[in-house]
């Protein structure tokens, strides 16, 4: 006699009923799974460098493991590291106040960080301004700690950058919070130093938290890309969210932290004591080689920047052959979006049509900008070997060619 087993019926808890999966995510996974079905893809979905992990990081790891690295760690990380990150934020704050081992917690990756932060200071009631296009897990984990998350648009002529004037007219007696991002994912675009101080003096005279996620800050083109530490005159609100995967080609890894004042990293720390405990003691081995090495971790950062220059070159160098292509000129990170309005039938969601097209059609992955709250735009990541970046420059340029309504 054969059995047949139901499947079972799930029903989501209040806490996640609306929860969407990560977008960037899902690029990657589809990209991979078709790949697997043994279909050419060229995947510029995820953001995520295609360098290895430096090789003295690496080495530092094994040989951590050796040595017996293999236990829990505090909570909030081991002292070594936390203490290499504060001496990191304090040169950043230039000596105007000091940043003790004490506000730093380590997390797994910085997607956790901010997770941490946005839990333990934002719930009902609140509302957190989010600017647009910004990051697609800032929207859902906002919804996660139950405050709503106010999408703030970014100016069009000035990179898709919000300033004081924009966050003020979105703000109302329940917003709490900000986050900001620069270098931006989506768009690349990197703050300037005076741009940052005006939204910092806005947000402290409102009394709101302002959470700086600066985790693409070491790969910035044209200047430096400033740290809110450096620009803030009152850190009291503040918490900077950093982490090595980007810079350091260590997205496996999953190290990020989070710097803010002490009574807020202990409340973290507790926080984090529930869920998931210390990161992985090997990954924060290898994140405190990664942060001091200085010399060694300054020269590998230096190599991969100048490819992504390259191929950011490169990639704009194809794409602005076409007619009508609107593109945020990136200055950090390693996105372009670009503006595919003209090119759709779906006025709703002009990005998700020309993502699926790229996909059916040219074999290229592409994040829509729905996922970033901008319907009308598609993001490349360009974190892939300049070949490829070439090569799905054209495969788009190709299509939008074709494809001109
Ligand atoms: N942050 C990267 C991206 O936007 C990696 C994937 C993710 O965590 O979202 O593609």
Redesign the pocket.
Same mark, same amino acid.
């Given at each position: 006699m054969s059995t047949t087993i139901a499947p079972s019926v799930v029903v989501p808890s209040a806490n996640i009923a609306d929860l969407q999966p !990560?977008?960037?995510?899902a @690029?990657?996974a589809l990209a991979a799974q078709l790949r697997a079905a043994g279909r050419e893809i060229l995947d510029f979905?995820?953001?995520?460098p295609d360098f290895d992990t430096p090789q003295f990081i690496r080495q530092a790891a094994a040989e951590a493991v050796e040595a017996g690295a293999t236990r829990y760690t505090a909570t909030e990380g081991m002292f070594p590291l936390r203490q290499a990150i504060a001496d990191q934020a304090s040169a950043l704050a230039g000596g105007r106040w000091p940043v003790t081992a004490h506000q730093v917690v380590v997390s797994g990756?910085s997607?956790q960080s901010i997770f941490n932060a946005c839990f333990s200071l934002f719930g009902p009631g609140d509302e957190v301004l989010v600017p647009v296009p910004g990051?697609? !897990?800032y929207f859902e984990i906002v919804r996660l700690a139950r405050a709503r998350a106010v999408g703030v648009p970014g100016d069009p002529d000035q990179g898709l950058r919000v300033d004081p004037d924009r966050l003020a007219a979105a703000a109302s007696p329940r917003t709490s919070g900000l986050i900001l991002n620069s270098p931006c994912?989506?768009t690349g675009s990197v703050y300037s130093s005076d741009e940052m101080r005006a939204i910092l003096d806005l947000a402290a005279e409102r009394g709101w938290w302002v959470l700086s996620d600066e985790?693409y800050r070491r790969i910035a083109y044209e200047s430096a890309a400033p740290s809110a530490l450096q620009v803030a005159s009152d850190p009291s609100r503040l918490v900077v969210v950093d982490g090595v995967?980007?810079a350091y080609a260590m997205?496996g890894w999953r190290i990020g932290w989070a710097v803010s004042p002490e009574p807020l990293a202990r409340m973290m720390t507790a926080l984090q004591s529930h869920t998931t405990h210390n990161a992985a003691t090997v990954s924060q081995h290898a994140a405190l080689a990664a942060l001091s090495r200085v010399g060694e971790s300054d020269d590998a950062i230096a190599t991969m920047v100048s490819a992504f220059r390259e191929r950011r070159d490169a990639a704009l160098e194809v794409l602005g052959g076409v007619p009508r292509l609107r593109t945020v000129q990136p200055a950090g990170a390693f996105?372009l979006f670009m503006n595919v309005r003209p090119f759709a039938r779906d006025g709703a969601d002009a990005g998700g049509e020309i993502a699926r097209r790229l996909l059916d059609e040219q074999g290229v992955a592409l @994040?829509p900008g729905s996922a970033f709250g901008s319907p009308d735009w598609i993001?490349m !990541?360009y974190a892939a070997p300049l070949d490829q970046v070439v090569e799905g420059a054209r495969r788009i340029s190709a299509l939008l060619h074709d494809g001109v309504r």
């Open positions: !990560s977008a960037t995510i @690029v990657a979905g995820a953001g995520q990756g997607k990051w697609t !897990s994912n989506p985790i995967a980007k997205t996105y @994040v993001r !990541s």
